[in-house]
Structures are given as C-alpha cells and as structure tokens.
C-alpha cells in the first residue's frame, strides 16, 4: 500500500506548513503526479481520510491533477500524448521513444487553508 505512505507524506508536509502559518484548517489540497506514477486516485483519498483524522487536514477534499503520459518518438520526431505506454510509437510503430511525461512523482500544488 504505497498510497498509505503517501497520504502520510501529504500529512507531515500539512502538519509542518500548519505549524508554521498557524492555521487551523484545511479545506482543500491540490495535488498532481504523473499518469504512470501508480498512484490510485481513490485509494490514496482513502487513506488520507484515515490518517487526517484529528489533524488540521480532517475532511479535507483531495484534488488530483494527473499528468499526462508523453513520449518522443526519435523515429517520426512526435510527441505523443498516450493513455497506456507500450515502449513502441502507436504513430510509426518505432521502438526508440523515451517518455518525457506521465512519471512525475506527487507533489502539493495548492491548498487552501483557514
Ligand atoms: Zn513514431
């Protein structure tokens, strides 16, 4: 369950910035990462729900920004936008593409606080 290492990781960062700016609530928390990063949108919301209890982060809504998956293709000179990465170009078939998008790990973009 890597998505209960990661809603604590979002917790830690949450605590830390509520120390700092003395807020008391978070109502929301933008987060992005990429498309084949193998985070489960539904399972990292739910272990985030569990572990924020009695934090400042309680029933704060997660947001998912998710990146797409692009690869350049060195064969045709694309850049594709794909839902599922195979290692070959679904343009030219080529098999020398390297993927520039869609593994970014997670990160905060935003999160409003009160
Ligand atoms: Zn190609």
Known sequence: ???LYLAEAVLNIVQEYAAKQQFRKVNSIL???GRLSCI???????AFEVQARETPAENAALQFKILP????????????ELDIYE??????KGEEVILVGGTEEMQIIEMDVD
């Open 40 to 46: 489960e949108p539904k399972s990292l919301q739910f």
């Open 31 to 33: 987060l992005s990462f």
């Open 1 to 3: 369950m890597h998505e």
């Open 87 to 92: 290692g070959t170009c679904p343009e030219c």
């Open 69 to 80: 998956s692009v690869i350049h293709c060195f064969s045709c000179g694309r850049d594709l």
